[in-house]
T-cell receptor, first 112, second 114 residues
Framework: GESVGLHLPTLSVQEGDNSIINCAYS??????FIWYKQESGKGPQFIIDIRSNMDKRQGQRVTVLLNKTVKHLSLQIAATQPGDSAVYFC???????????FGAGTRLFVKA | DSGVTQTPKHLITATGQRVTLRCSPRSGDLSVYWYQQSLDQGLQFLIQ???????AKGNILERFSAQQFPDLHSELNLSSLELGDSALYFC?????????????FGPGTRLTVL
């Protein structure tokens, strides 16, 4: 599959460990945030979202934390599996709700 | 499989040429979004259509244009191509007109301009 960004920050974790991927967003007025996973050769896939009136949201094996004070998002993946290896993007939606602004992405490697 | 289809999967062309990328949204989705993903720019929002009408514009060059047809499929037209236009182009669709709705991405079209 194609490479998605040769110069991305990379996180390497051992299978079974927890992963934390961080993201700084740009607009303090953004009110909705999403994490996407992009596997090689595929389009981004929705993982989890959070609105700005929340600071934590949990899904299946994933948790998103939002710190509006410092404009920071994190994605926590519990018990990381080889299938979690991918590029992860955070995205923010502008207050009008029409535009999605993606972060640069982080490449996650899971070592078996 | 997201349900969003894009054709062609790969496209190789020369500078100065014009190409058309096609997207069919998921059944029932009225919004279509186009994104460009290049190595040095990441994922950039280009344009959104909702039920045939343009809803939002992002970093779309004047050489690029798009439209959404009555059957809701969309085409992205890229003209006077330059080497820097080489990238992955993704289409996404969602049910509603606001991008708060979950977007489902297609597999992308890889454009190579030689």
């Amino acid at each position: 599959g194609e490479s998605v960004g040769l110069h991305l920050p990379t996180l390497s974790v051992q299978e079974g460990d927890n992963s934390i991927i961080n993201c700084a967003y740009s607009n303090s007025a953004s009110d909705y945030f999403i994490w996407y996973k992009q596997e090689s050769g595929k389009g981004p896939q929705f993982i989890i979202d959070i609105r700005s009136n929340m600071d934590k949201r949990q899904g299946q094996r994933v948790t998103v934390l939002l710190n509006k004070t410092v404009k920071h998002l994190s994605l926590q993946i519990a018990a990381t599996q080889p299938g979690d290896s991918a590029v992860y993007f955070c995205a923010e939606r502008d207050p009008g709700g029409f535009k999605t602004i993606f972060g640069a992405g982080t490449r996650l490697f899971v070592k078996a | 499989d997201s349900g969003v289809t894009q054709t062609p999967k790969h496209l190789i062309t020369a500078t100065g040429q014009r190409v058309t990328l096609r997207c069919s949204p998921r059944s029932g989705d009225l919004s279509v979004y186009w994104y460009q993903q290049s190595l040095d720019q990441g994922l950039q929002f280009l344009i959104q259509y909702y039920n045939g009408e343009e809803r939002a514009k992002g970093n779309i060059l004047e050489r690029f244009s798009a439209q959404q047809f009555p059957d809701l499929h969309s085409e992205l037209n890229l003209s006077s191509l330059e080497l820097g236009d080489s990238a992955l182009y993704f289409c996404a669709s969602s049910e509603g007109r606001l991008s708060y709705n979950e977007q489902f991405f297609g597999p992308g079209t890889r454009l190579t301009v030689l």
